[in-house]
């Protein structure tokens, strides 16, 4: 640990070139062991790198050598944390250190109270190139990295946030993880967090962090139409829990409202909602017409419904809802031992004029698939009658087909979404969704990286393969909606 009490005077300058020789020595010596081994093929490495690391957080920790003193104070402390350093050291990591100790050996830093904080680690990140973080650590962490222009540890820590977005935690990070990579301009760190969100959506409904989405998020949130979650009507009550707790101005309440999709809600439910809901009552006005066009939605033909209202828009597209009337959970145990095969059933329409008809699908699920180019190949030729096939050469595959005709569909085509469940921190979540169209029965790349032979397998939850088929269907007289 670094050394934290009182003042200590600067080592002298001797101290300074000690280290400097020390760390040539080192290379020096690499580059050595290097040469010699590409001239002999007996030549072995000799490898003190944990000696090394040793060596180096030992002159952290009891400050041998050292020629630069880092003062780090906070607002919110009259004390300042004191870290006796190497200038050679901070100034190879970082640029900003490289320029701030130019000429100088004593230096006052300021620093918030949740960087400071973490400026032991950071330093200690400075000579031994490793950190161990915990979730609520990430955005300092990275704020220190950037701060100080660290790239490799500002690289590690967005690395890190786009890895453990499933990572379990009491008060929630995604979002929070969101807010920051808008700020800073990280927009792979943005569609990392997004994407999670909106395939985990019924996780983050129920949470705490649901109350810390910014107006920005929910909006892009909700004209998505790859969103995981039961139905419209439990996204229509966490965003009016969303409203009464945060009591945004009547504009934004409008446009947040306006951007629930009535249509996939059930009249019964449209109805209780206007009667109950002190959110709804409050907006009406924002909303009537489209509840008005809701009913109409559920009440006619939807064929004559497009005859008079535009509905190519996202308000009559279907999200990737698991309720089971838009499709079916599917557990595959075992998965890499054999075929298997299922069927389910799905609503014909979302319009109530479509409830009482049902589509019958078929789903077959074969391992180990092998694509025409590595199908075994017969030759008259005895010297390769038959080309070696390996059972690893295949790969997963998902067909979906319907056990009716074309034109039982009256006016509707479909779009096939699958989920694939796995296992993170103790929580099954959404990884991977595969998407099709009618046009084709599977998707080329369905599971195309997974490893099912490899009971360890990410993919396998109790070797069990987790799936969730979704058939959204779409009236012909609907454009394609992206996402």
């Not at 934004?252 to 629930?260: E, K, N, P, Q, S």
């Not at 296992?423 to 991977?432: A, C, S, T």
């Amino acid at each position: 640990m670094a050394r934290l009490t009182g003042a200590r005077p600067v080592a002298t300058h001797r101290w300074g070139c000690a280290t400097a020789a020390f760390l040539l020595l080192l290379l020096t010596v690499q580059a050595a062991q290097k040469a010699d081994l590409g001239g002999d093929g007996t030549a072995a490495t000799i490898n003190h790198s944990l000696m090394l690391l040793q060596r180096l957080q030992e002159l952290l920790q009891n400050g041998n050598g050292s020629d630069v003193v880092l003062r780090v104070r906070t607002s919110a402390s009259e004390e300042a944390k004191v870290f006796h350093t190497h200038q050679l050291l901070l100034s190879l990591q970082s640029e900003v250190f490289e320029s701030l100790l130019h000429n100088q050996s004593v230096i006052t830093l300021h620093e918030p109270p949740e960087t400071a904080a973490l400026f032991e680690k950071f330093i200690r990140y400075l000579y031994c190139g490793g950190v161990s973080i915990l979730l609520h650590q990430a955005i300092p962490m990275h704020q220190l990295a950037s701060k100080y222009r660290v790239w490799g540890l500002q690289r590690g820590m967005a690395e890190y946030m786009k890895t453990h977005l499933a990572s379990e935690s009491s008060q929630g990070h995604v979002v929070g993880w969101y807010h920051y990579a808008v700020r800073i301009g990280d927009v792979a760190l943005q569609e990392s967090c997004l994407q999670f969100l909106a395939w985990n959506l019924s996780a983050v409904l129920g949470s705490a962090e649901w109350s810390s989405v910014s107006v920005e998020l929910l909006l892009l949130l909700l004209e998505r139409s790859d969103l995981v979650l039961h139905s419209e009507l439990e996204l229509y009550t966490a965003v009016e829990s969303w409203l009464s707790r945060r009591q945004p101005e009547g504009p934004v309440a409008a446009r947040v409202l306006r951007a629930i999709r009535y249509p996939m809600i059930a009249p019964s439910q449209l109805f209780r909602l206007q009667a109950q809901s002190a959110v709804l009552a409050q907006h009406y006005s924002a909303v009537q017409d489209l509840l008005f066009q809701a009913f109409q939605f559920h009440a006619a033909s939807p064929l004559h419904f497009a005859k008079y209202f535009d509905v190519n828009c996202s308000m009559f597209l279907p999200r990737n809802y698991l309720a089971p009337s838009w499709g079916a959970q599917w557990v595959i145990n075992n998965p890499a031992r054999d075929d298997r095969s299922t069927s389910f059933q799905t609503q014909l329409g979302p319009s109530s004029h479509d409830a009482g008809k049902r589509v019958t699908w078929n789903v077959l699920f074969s391992p180990r698939w092998l694509p025409v180019s590595l199908r075994p190949v017969y030759s008259d030729s005895v010297s390769a009658a038959v080309q070696p096939v390996r059972i690893e050469d295949g790969r997963p595959r998902l067909v979906i087909t319907p056990a009716m005709s074309s034109p039982d569909f009256a006016g509707v085509s479909f779009q096939k979404t699958v989920l694939v469940g796995v296992r993170q921190q103790g929580r099954v979540l959404v990884k991977h969704a595969y998407s099709f169209h009618q046009s084709s029965d599977e998707t080329a790349d369905f599971l195309a990286h997974a490893d099912l032979q490899r009971r360890t397998s990410e993919y396998l939850i109790d070797n069990s393969l987790h799936l969730h088929i979704i058939i959204k269907p779409v009236y012909h007289s609907l454009i394609k909606v992206k996402k």
